[in-house]
């Protein structure tokens, strides 16, 4: 499915850019290094949960993490998880 591609491309690139490892960014929102790798790859979805934690602690909207914009514009208010 296209919108999983896109989601773990965009997850990649702002892991990468935060500097962090799969294992990092799992330990910060739940889940295993191995689920990570399988959102990035397009092989596994994720909950709104998550979809939120992920997008608060990026500081990106969701709409940008799941490929509706390309505007990556955080909207929320200030916090998250860093």
């Known amino acids: 499915m296209k919108v999983k591609a896109i989601f773990g491309e965009r997850l990649r690139d702002l ?3 935060a500097g ?3 294992n990092e960014l799992g330990e910060k929102i739940g889940l ?3 689920g990570v790798g399988m ?3 397009g092989h596994r ?3 709104i949960e998550k979809l939120v934690l992920l997008a608060e602690y990026f500081h990106v909207s969701t709409d940008y993490l799941l490929g509706i914009t390309d505007d990556p514009t955080w909207r929320g208010g ?3 998880m860093d």
């Open 15 to 17: 892991r990468q850019k």
């Open 20 to 22: 962090l490892q799969q």
């Open 32 to 34: 295993s290094s191995n």
């Open 39 to 41: 959102m990035e790859r």
């Open 45 to 47: 979805g994720t909950t």
């Open 78 to 80: 200030p916090g998250g």
